[in-house]
């Protein structure tokens, strides 16, 4: 079992940075993949990023890639997304994941899901 809480989330202007932090808890959290999806209004739960708990493995969507990074503290049992150059079309309500499958990218792979926190970019 693990739990998921995230924070962070906000309203920031196009061009901008925000970081979102997802803490996590339960048993043999180093077995999982960690990462974050997005979805906006009327589509579909989208893959944003991941990391390994061991190694620090990252992989993100090309829609994100050289703005977004996601990273770790294994000692805080907490995962970070730092977005930055913000567009208006990262607005969504982004959702901490959490995978045993390394193919998170799908969101029927992922085991257990934060609660959600909203991002929206303003132009």
């Known amino acids: 079992q693990v739990q998921l809480v995230e924070s962070g989330g906000g309203l920031v202007q196009a061009g901008g940075s925000l970081r979102l932090s997802c803490a996590a808890s339960?048993?043999?959290?180093?077995?999982?993949?960690m990462g974050w999806f997005r979805q906006a209004p009327g589509k579909e739960r989208e893959f944003v990023a991941r990391i390994s708990w061991s190694g620090g493995s990252t992989y993100y969507a090309d829609s994100v890639k050289g703005r977004f990074s996601v990273s770790r503290d294994n000692a805080k049992n907490t995962v970070y997304l730092q977005m930055n150059s913000l567009k208006p079309e990262d607005t969504a309500v982004y959702y901490c994941?959490?995978?045993?499958?390394?193919?998170?990218?799908?969101?029927?792979?992922?085991?257990?899901w934060g609660q959600g926190t909203q991002v929206t970019v303003s132009s």
């Open positions: 994941a959490a995978a045993l499958r390394q193919a998170m990218g799908v969101a029927s792979n992922v085991d257990y």
């Open positions: 339960g048993r043999s959290l180093g077995s999982y993949y």
